[in-house]
């Protein structure tokens, strides 16, 4: 009997000891663990609707950190290099969609007159003017705005709200020389690839989508010297991390280009998708995770 009880007590031993050989190896290898309560999704319902009330709040309610009166001085200041010299090359029968614009202030500074630009709002200046187009979920117009429409006209200068971008059809749409994306659908929406998918669907053969999103894994591997909470992470079909960036660089007739800014608040990724075909396929991911905020905490996972 004590032979017999030593034996188990041996198996036992060993295979505990396995079990922690196990872990080892799957953080080494950077995969996440699928602990039993990670197999129920999350409530992404409450999640939902605790995010549309940040879109839809006014006032002292709107939480801090939800801006929606950026100026065109602060996309210069966001967004890749060359944003700014691209906008300005604009002919007068290009377009612009800017994308989560809120009040619509970077076109409104695009429109003003040159004589009353401050040398800091000079992005994109040029004789001829694009046509833009201001989309927003919520209604955030101002009195400026109208004014400014009234006296450019529906043809130069539009503002879209009521719905996502996902709801919109190419035909209400057209196509787009340029798309730009500060803190916007790329940084909120729960459908990743989805959006990417669109914005590319609306952009012309050399037309370019200008975004950023913050808090996430670089591409230049330097987020893994600052021990951050990120935001937005995504991870292959087996549980490893993947930067949005090597994520994006398998989409079909793209040329991306990043740049990685481990020196901001958080680690964010300036990102450059220039469309060069038709024939766009993004990456489809899934869904893991989303927790309502300003920005929202996501994860994804590709499928494969």
């Known amino acids: 009997m004590r032979s017999v009880k030593r034996s188990v007590q041996g198996w036992q031993t060993v295979a505990a000891c396995l079990a922690i050989v196990i872990v080892i190896v799957v953080q080494a290898l950077g995969l996440r663990p699928s602990w039993p309560q990670e197999i129920s999704p999350p409530r992404l319902d409450e ?40 906008l300005g090359k604009l002919g007068s029968s290009d377009r612009w969609l800017d994308i989560g614009a809120g009040q619509g202030q970077a ?42 429409a009234a006296i450019l006209g529906d043809d130069r200068i539009r503002y879209l709200t009521g719905k996502p971008l996902r709801q919109y059809s190419s035909e209400e749409l057209g196509k787009f020389q340029i798309i730009t994306d500060v803190y916007g659908g790329f940084t909120y929406t729960e459908d990743l690839s989805q959006f990417v998918e669109k914005v590319l669907s609306l952009l ?33 079909a087996i549980g490893r991390p993947e930067n949005v960036c090597s994520w994006l660089k398998k989409t079909a007739c793209v040329q991306v280009t990043c740049e990685s800014k481990s020196d901001w608040e958080r680690p964010t990724e300036l990102i450059n998708i220039r469309k060069v075909c038709s024939g766009v396929s993004v990456p489809a991911m899934k869904l893991l995770e989303y927790n309502a905020g300003v920005p929202p905490g996501r994860r994804f996972q590709l499928n494969q």
């Open 107 to 148: 076109i409104l500074d695009y429109y003003a007159p040159d004589n009353n630009a401050a040398p800091a709002q000079t992005c994109g200046r040029s004789a001829a003017k694009a046509r833009a187009v201001a989309m927003s979920i919520e209604d955030r117009r101002t009195d400026k705005w109208r004014q400014q």
């Open 47 to 86: 999640a939902f609707t605790k995010q549309e009330r940040i879109y839809r709040s006014r006032g002292a309610d709107v939480p801090t950190g939800y801006v929606t009166g950026r100026a065109l001085s602060d996309y210069a200041g966001l967004l890749p290099t060359g944003f700014c010299d691209t």
């Open 204 to 236: 012309a053969a050399g037309g370019v989508f200008y975004t950023l999103v913050p808090g996430v894994h670089l591409e230049d591997g330097k987020d893994k010297l600052l021990g951050t909470w990120y935001l937005t992470e995504l991870e292959n």
